[in-house]
């Protein structure tokens, strides 16, 4: 087994993630690769820490992104990821304040949620549609 550098495999990364190899699968879809899978291609018994963030920055230099999923690691276009919202500093700053005055007890996520937005939100006219 032949070890590989980290700037060879994310190279090789992403000319899996161009080629096509299944049904639902085109040049611009995301794909997962099996921890085995990746060692075998890496040519490694096992994937260190820094062989990891090597491997991410390198793939990172090539536009995409390579995120470590436990068993598998999965390859994303960086491109689409630059076009997600990202809330405002004031926007956190106050979300923490209303996240801090909830009482912590047990409830759902949704019911967490919605009270945050109806407290940063106060208004109808102001809360996002859902």
Same mark, same amino acid.
């Given at each position: ?24 699968? #085109?040049?611009?879809?995301? &794909?997962?690769?099996? !921890?085995?899978?990746? =060692?075998?291609?890496?040519?490694? /018994? *096992? ?20 995120? #470590?999923?436990?068993?598998? &690691?999965?390859?994303? !276009?960086?491109?689409? =990821?630059?076009?997600?919202?990202? /809330? *405002? ?42």
């Amino acid at each position: 087994m032949e070890k590989r550098d980290p700037d060879v495999i994310a190279k090789m990364l992403v000319n899996l993630f161009r080629i096509k190899f299944s049904q639902k699968s #085109d040049r611009r879809n995301n &794909f997962k690769i099996a !921890r085995a899978d990746l =060692l075998t291609l890496a040519g490694m /018994p *096992t994937l260190n820490d820094r062989a990891y963030q090597q491997i991410q920055s390198e793939a990172q230099a090539r536009g995409y992104i390579f995120v #470590d999923l436990g068993d598998e &690691f999965a390859v994303l !276009r960086k491109k689409p =990821l630059e076009g997600y919202r990202k /809330p *405002t500093s004031k926007l956190v700053t106050k979300f923490i304040s209303v996240f801090d005055s909830i009482p912590q007890k047990p409830m759902r996520p949704s019911e967490r949620s919605k009270i945050i937005e109806t407290k940063l939100f106060p208004t109808k006219l102001h809360r996002p549609n859902r």
